[in-house]
């Protein structure tokens, strides 16, 4: 069974940095894809960033470029995201999503077939 457990988030200031991890258990093949997607309140959820395990490929969303940046630890099973220069409309909560293959997206959710709980990034003015 895959689980998809996210860490890192937490409350800061406008200007500051997080980052968040996306810890993976369970895939039956090296080759998988993990994208953040996040969720205000009212809002439709959005794709952030995405990466490809098997060729390290990455992708980002428009708020995402430019400011985050998507890494995974293949080793650790752990996609990261880091999260500079934030903005008090950066606050969410942020989703990781996981399938298997060889692409992902940061325009649909619905390619994926797994998700994380999520964890709430609060970004104060």
């Known amino acids: 069974e895959v689980q998809l457990v996210e860490f890192g988030g937490g409350l800061v200031q406008a200007g500051g940095s997080l980052r968040l991890s996306c810890a993976a258990s369970?895939?039956?093949?090296?080759?998988?894809?993990i994208g953040w997607f996040r969720q205000a309140p009212g809002k439709e959820r959005e794709g952030v960033s995405c990466?490809?395990?098997?060729?390290?490929?990455?992708y980002y969303g428009d708020s995402a470029r430019g400011r985050f940046t998507i890494s995974s630890d293949n080793a650790k099973n752990t996609v990261y995201l880091q999260m500079n220069s934030l903005k008090p409309e950066d606050t969410a909560v942020y989703y990781c999503?996981?399938?298997?293959?060889?692409?992902?997206?940061?325009?649909?959710?619905?390619?994926?077939?797994?998700w994380g709980r999520g964890t709430q990034v609060t970004v104060s003015s």
């Open positions: 999503a996981g399938v298997l293959g060889y692409g992902c997206s940061v325009v649909t959710t619905e390619v994926y077939n797994y």
């Open positions: 990466i490809v395990s098997s060729d390290g490929s990455t």
């Open positions: 369970g895939f039956t093949s090296d080759a998988y894809a």
